[in-house]
């Protein structure tokens, strides 16, 4: 399937059906829809949408998961949404993040992240900023690392200010 991107060129969109199990890696310049199931790697250069399973790494340019079991790391260059029955065992690296699904590994997210109220987070986030909704479940910690302000800086500035009053 293909259809026009945003500079009016046409995108490939490759799609793994429900039924279809694939045992090997996967390299694509396009798009990838998975319903089905693979076990091994998952390269593409555009949007991943998983809605099947996966054992093995990821990489894509935009990842959407919902209702997808997911084992292994996930590397996203702009934004990672995985939806309210999405499993994900392994860290993820993303952009941005919206996790609404339980999530078993460490976030590393240079934008920001926000936890849903159904989210089950087990694992450390580092991010820019991190919106956690009231009901969402999370075990590990939340460092806002790359942040425009430096807690640090912050706090020594403060101490300095103070010592000379």
Known sequence: MNMLNQ??????IATITAGMMISGDITSEGSLELEGRVTGSISVGGKLKITGGVV???QAAEIYTDNAKITGDITCAGGIKIGPSAVV???IHAGGAIIAGAVKGNLDIHGPVIVDACAIVMGNIKSKSVQI???????????????????VSFFEAFRKDVKSS
């Open 89 to 91: 065992i392994g860290d």
């Open 7 to 12: 500079e009016n060129k046409y995108v490939e």
């Open 56 to 58: 093995g790494n990821m």
């Open 133 to 151: 909704n009231n009901g969402a479940v999370i075990e590990g910690i939340c460092s806002q690392c790359y942040a425009d302000v430096n807690p």
